[in-house]
C-alpha cells in the first residue's frame, strides 16, 4: 500500500482537492485555479457518479503534481482495485464502513473519510499513519456532498492529534475561517462549488482558492 501523494503545497493548507469531476472541463477549471487533486466518485448512487471510462480520459489530461482520487463506498476491494488501476488513480478514497483489514488489500494509497456525528472526536487508532483520515459530516445515505458542516471544535480537537483533510460543507465564503479554526492539513470540497451535483460553477472554484491564498493567489500556468 502507498501512502497518500499530496503535493504542491498551497498557502494555510497543503492539500486542496476538488471532489466530485464529471467533466473535462471543471477538471481544467480546478487545475488552473490551483487545485492539487480531484475527486472522481465511483459510488454509483451517488448523483456525481462518472463512468470509470470518462474518468480515465479525464485523469489522462492532468498535469504532473495534480492527484486522481477515486470516492468508493463498501464496493469490493477487488473492484475498487481494478477501476484504481484502469482508471490510473493515486489514491482511493474510502467513504464507507471499511475497516483496516479492507485497507490494506488496497493496491494504491488511502483516504478513509470518518464520520462526525454527535459532539465527541471519532476514534482514529484504527487506522495507521499512512491512512489520511477526512473527515466529513455523517449521513448513512448520502455518503458525502451533503452541503453541511461539520462541527469545527471537533475538526481541531482531531488536527491536534493527526493531519487531517476536513470535507463537509465548505464554500468560498467559510474555508477562512474554517481553516483558521480547525488548522487542518488539507481540504476537501465538492457542493460548495458546484452549480447543481456533479456541475462546477468556476467562478466559485476560483472565489475559493482566492479565499484559501488570500492576497497570494495566482492561478496555474
Request: hydrophobic content about 40%; aromatic content about 6%; overall charge neutral.
Amino acid at each position: 500500500m502507498n501512502p497518500v501523494n499530496l503535493v504542491n503545497p498551497v498557502k494555510r493548507v497543503d492539500f486542496v482537492k476538488i471532489c466530485g469531476i464529471t467533466r473535462l472541463e471543471d477538471a481544467q477549471a480546478a487545475v488552473t485555479a490551483g487545485a492539487n487533486a480531484l475527486g472522481f466518485v465511483f459510488w454509483p448512487k451517488s448523483p456525481r457518479y462518472v463512468d470509470p471510462d470518462r474518468a480515465r480520459e479525464i485523469v489522462a489530461t492532468l498535469p504532473p503534481g495534480v492527484t486522481p482520487v477515486g470516492v468508493f463506498v463498501d464496493q469490493l476491494e477487488d473492484e475498487v482495485n481494478d477501476v484504481a488501476h484502469r482508471v490510473n488513480l493515486a489514491v482511493v478514497q474510502l467513504h464507507g464502513h471499511e475497516n483496516a483489514q479492507y485497507v490494506r488489500k488496497m493496491t494504491r494509497g488511502v483516504m478513509k473519510a470518518v464520520a462526525v456525528d454527535g459532539t465527541s472526536a471519532p476514534s482514529l487508532e484504527a487506522w495507521p499513519s499512512d491512512v489520511t483520515i477526512l473527515l466529513d459530516v455523517h449521513d448513512p445515505v448520502r455518503k458525502g456532498g451533503t452541503g453541511r458542516t461539520i462541527d469545527w471544535s471537533i475538526g481541531a480537537a482531531v488536527a491536534r492529534r493527526r493531519d487531517i483533510v476536513l470535507a463537509g460543507g465548505l464554500t468560498p465564503e467559510n474555508v477562512r475561517e474554517a481553516i483558521a479554526q480547525v488548522q487542518p492539513y488539507g481540504i476537501d470540497v465538492s457542493s460548495g462549488v458546484e452549480a447543481s451535483p456533479g456541475i462546477k460553477d468556476h467562478e466559485r472554484i476560483k472565489a475559493l482558492f482566492e479565499a484559501v491564498h488570500g492576497g497570494h493567489y495566482a492561478t496555474r500556468s
